[in-house]
């Protein structure tokens, strides 16, 4: 493959707290780019690239020291355009990654979507926590360029305008727009945060 065609083709992060809509969003866009994705979590589970099951916080804890050398030699050699998938798809290295998207949800909307995914009351409770502290942002920041990271708001558009949202971001590539997104902010003003933070 040319220079060129290497250059062009996408690999597209996303990433975002359970419930905020990656796997949905990640299979629109795969039509729309011809691409595959690779569902992190999936992937470390078939491979077997799980070090332990945390069984008080039901969470699979990944060998990243297995992962990495995968993703670097999996990502390179493929062809076609890529999606990766997963609320750690901050570990894909930054070389590897065009863009990096992250889905947000209001914290009350996140509530109904895990309620509905039957995820336990701790587990709900810690992944709002998260929602609202923007850690999966807080990671991408931590190991990709900023101007590759783009904040996606799920919480009330359909998600035909949601991927119309992405790919604008995807294609014309404007300013981040890091920070816009503030539940914190929001929780206080209607003084919910302890809803949140007993
Ligand atoms: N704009 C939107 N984008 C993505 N998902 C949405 C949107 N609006 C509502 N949803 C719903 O939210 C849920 C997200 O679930 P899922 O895609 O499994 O999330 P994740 O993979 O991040 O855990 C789905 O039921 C989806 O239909
Ligand atoms: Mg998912």
Not at 21 to 29: D, F
Not at 78 to 97: F, K, M, R, S
Not at 128 to 138: D, K, P, R, V, Y
Request: charged share 30%; aromatic share 6%; hydrophobic share 35%.
């Amino acid at each position: 493959m040319s220079n060129e065609l290497k250059k062009k083709r996408l690999v597209i992060l996303i990433s975002g707290t359970p419930g905020t809509g990656k796997t949905t969003i990640a299979q629109y866009l795969k039509k729309k780019y011809s691409a595959n994705v690779l569902n992190l979590t999936e992937l470390a589970i078939q491979k077997d690239f799980i070090l332990e099951i945390d069984e008080e916080r039901q969470t699979k804890i990944v060998d990243l020291k297995k992962l990495l050398p995968f993703l670097e030699s999996f990502i390179p050699s493929h062809q076609d355009n890529l999606i990766i998938e997963g609320h750690y798809a901050d570990v894909v290295p930054d070389h590897l990654t065009s863009v990096f998207i992250i889905l947000r949800t209001e914290p009350h909307i996140l509530e109904k979507r895990l309620k509905e995914k039957k995820f336990s009351p701790s587990k709900i409770l810690e992944n709002i926590q998260s929602e609202i502290l923007g850690a999966c942002t807080s990671a991408a920041l931590e190991t990709h360029e900023r101007e590759k990271i783009y904040e996606v708001d799920t919480s009330n558009s359909p998600v035909d305008e949601t991927i119309k949202t992405i790919q604008f971001l995807i294609e014309r590539k404007p300013p981040t727009n890091i920070g816009k997104i503030n539940w914190m902010r929001k929780l206080e003003e209607s003084n919910e945060l302890l809803r949140y933070f007993p």
